[in-house]
């Protein structure tokens, strides 16, 4: 299995930007997906998750109202539409699979990561 993110970049406070990530060979159709963000000597922080087919997503608070995640299981690929960027999302985004049809707040239940994309928001 193979994770691939894309997506990030520099934007402006208040912008927006899409990340994308693709599953190698279907192999997460079953399986739910979660987006994670790492800033600069902190912690791995969980943003979204979403199951399986798409039915139930949840947020951290922080992103609520302004992430969106979605999938597209057809094309084998998770998507994070971001508005209203602040400095404060500047990190190194994550996608991974969930060992389970739905996705969890904890890195641990997570078996395969990509390699992160970075979105950095100057102010």
């Known amino acids: 299995v193979q994770l691939q993110a894309s997506g990030g970049g520099l934007v402006q406070a208040g912008g927006s930007l899409r990340l994308s990530c693709t599953c190698s060979r279907r192999t997460c159709t079953n399986n739910g997906m979660g987006w994670f963000r790492q800033a600069p000597g902190k912690d791995r922080d969980f943003v979204a998750g979403?199951?399986?087919?798409?039915?139930?997503?949840f947020y951290a608070d922080s992103v609520k109202d302004r992430f969106t995640i979605s999938r597209d299981n057809a094309k084998s690929t998770l998507f994070l539409q971001m508005n209203g960027l602040t400095p404060e999302d500047t990190a190194v985004y994550y996608c991974a699979k969930a060992r389970a049809a739905y996705s969890s707040r904890d890195t641990r239940d997570y078996s395969y990561w990509g390699r992160g994309t970075q979105v950095t928001v100057s102010s």
């Open positions: 979403i199951s399986w087919n798409g039915g139930s997503t």
